[in-house]
């Protein structure tokens, strides 16, 4: 049955990949406006679960509700309720910034009048008014970051899927990543994220975490720190990863 505090609903998900079985038997909710880490190491099926909640790939079989949509039969209707930013940014390298921003607000459908005051205010906020005629390929990795998740979110989405999106960048850049995460939180809108660094669980209002396509943990950090007699996430994972 339905339960509205639900953003997502997934039971008893399945994806195969001839004999390899990629996830298996996944059930988990994920409730409005929560920061929910989906963690594991890579190849524990992550980015395949993150593919079939946006709509992005079919499961083999299980029950699928994204923003109230069947993933089966409203592929088309979960995809304009979400935003997705993967893991290898979805920028246009050789657009500028303005550019890709007004690109991505036309796929969105997005009216002119309602793009160029939003493209105002996200190059105010995020203090790149400088830049907004720089290509996107001659920024710094963080600024790339920043400007992929402003435009992943761009048309309000009800959920925003971010895939690894802090890899490769500095600690600091990191955190200052995290900061609009927060804010995207507080703004109603449900963040669901993967990444394989384990301090980042810390952020997050519940964590999962997966290994060989199966989820071996689901709660909130503090809960799981003490089912598993842990300091921290990065025990914890450890002692999961260990159980194999």
Request: proline share 2%.
């Amino acid at each position: 049955m339905e339960n509205h505090e639900n953003i997502i609903e997934v039971r008893n998900l399945v994806k195969k990949f001839g004999s390899f079985i990629a996830n298996d038997n996944l059930t988990f909710n994920v409730k409005r406006g929560e920061i929910f880490g989906f963690l594991g190491a890579n190849g524990a099926g992550k980015t395949t679960a993150i593919k079939i909640l946006s709509g992005l790939s079919f499961p083999t079989s299980g029950e699928v509700k994204v923003a109230g949509f069947d993933v089966y039969k409203e592929r088309e209707k979960v995809k304009k309720n979400i935003g997705y930013m993967s893991q290898k940014f979805s920028l246009y390298e050789d657009l500028t910034v303005r550019e890709n921003i007004r690109f991505y607000g036309g796929i969105y459908g997005l009216s002119n009048k309602y793009i160029k005051e939003k493209t105002e205010s996200l190059l105010e906020r995020l203090k790149m008014n400088d830049i907004q005629n720089s290509l996107i390929s001659s920024l710094p990795l963080g600024w790339k970051q920043k400007i992929a998740f402003s435009v992943a979110i761009f048309h309000n989405p009800k959920i925003v899927f971010l895939d690894e999106p802090t890899g490769g960048v500095d600690p600091v850049t990191r955190r200052d990543f995290w900061e609009m995460i927060y804010e995207t939180s507080d703004s109603g809108i449900t963040v669901f994220v993967t990444t394989h660094y384990m301090d980042e669980a810390e952020y997050c209002d519940r964590v999962s975490i997966m290994d060989q396509g199966r989820i071996e943990g689901l709660d909130t950090p503090e809960e799981l720190k003490k089912q598993f007699e842990a300091k921290n996430m990065d025990e914890v994972f450890i002692k999961i990863a260990r159980k194999q």
